[in-house]
């Protein structure tokens, strides 16, 4: 049995996170990583739909809505390692996210998917709904633990969890638990968790995922509709081995250059450095 002042000071502790956490949830907005930079080129400024296509319609707040606001670096920019070097293979994309990817090898495929629906969560206010599976016990890292002053011991059995940190829901506290997660989340247990969905249903935010060592995955940013035929396209953005910035691929298979895919692709989505089945899509819960 705990003892009474033991658990008293618990019950302070876990009313201040809570406190701390929903403080964050009031003020966070937009793309919180950009706070107090200049304006940027946004992926709905700079990529426009094809001839003839509308993108779809996406609810104000939504995560298919955010996607397209995300700010993108100069044009021309090149997609940098997380070392600060050059990626090797530079005829991949068309676009580079304005986002950071940190300096150790960790923000890769997968990571990117989960940083990105991370930080929209935490600029809409839904901080307490962050939490991501650790790979091999399928247990939630969840950031609203993490913001109340506790941290995770990961194994391959079981994410337990103990106090030693202040309460914390700020922004460099979240982005330091996202480093926790990219070490101990990946391709294997997002495709795990996340429920797959038809391709016919697609919507921006999915992802196609490979999961495994090595495995891949990619996320639809984007999405348009033709206006006579309803044919619909879509975007895609990711990022890759090792540790590399977030960008907007291009489509081999498109000769004119365009980034757009089209939903009708047949058996395999074809991306320039990975091959996904067409039944590989998969949605956030």
């Known amino acids: ?7 008293g000071r618990r019950a302070r502790l876990v009313v201040a996170g809570l406190v701390l956490l929903a403080g964050c949830e009031a003020q966070a907005s937009g793309y919180a990583w950009r706070v107090g930079l200049g304006g940027a080129d946004t992926l709905e400024a700079r990529i426009a739909p094809p001839a003839g296509f509308d993108r779809s319609p996406a609810a104000r707040g939504s995560f298919a809505a955010w996607l397209r606001g995300l700010p993108l670096k100069p ?8 070392t600060g070097a050059p990626k090797g293979r530079q ?12 300096t150790r090898n960790l923000q890769q495929c997968a990571d990117a998917a989960m940083r990105l629906r991370a930080e929209w969560l935490f600029a809409t206010g839904r ?7 650790a790979t091999g016990s399928a247990q939630p890292i969840a950031f609203a ?3 109340n002053g506790e941290r995770p011991t990961v194994s391959s059995r079981a994410v337990s969890w103990s106090r030693s940190a202040g309460p914390d829901a700020g922004y460099a ?7 926790t997660v990219f070490a101990w989340a990946g391709t ?3 495709a795990q968790e996340l429920p797959a969905v038809p391709v016919s249903q697609m919507q921006a935010g999915d992802l196609f995922i490979k999961g495994g060592s090595p495995g891949h995955a990619v996320l639809v940013a984007d999405m348009v509709e033709n206006r006579g035929t309803g044919e619909k396209r879509f975007l895609l953005l990711q990022s890759f081995m090792p540790a590399q910035e977030m960008h907007v691929l291009k489509n081999p298979g498109n000769a004119d250059g365009s980034p757009w895919y089209r939903l009708d692709f047949g058996d395999r989505l074809v991306t320039p450095e990975w091959v996904f089945p067409r039944e590989s899509l998969k949605r956030w819960r």
Not at 1 to 7: D, G, V
Not at 127 to 133: L, P, V, Y
Not at 173 to 179: E, K
């Open 145 to 147: 633990r993490w913001a």
């Open 188 to 190: 294997l247990s997002l």
């Open 75 to 82: 044009a021309g920019a090149l997609v940098l390692l997380y």
């Open 173 to 179: 506290s979240f982005r330091r638990y996202l480093d």
């Open 127 to 133: 901080a307490r709904d962050i939490a991501f599976n």
């Open 91 to 102: 005829d991949v994309h068309v676009a580079v996210v304005d986002i950071d990817v940190g």
């Open 1 to 7: 049995m705990s003892h009474p002042r033991q658990s």
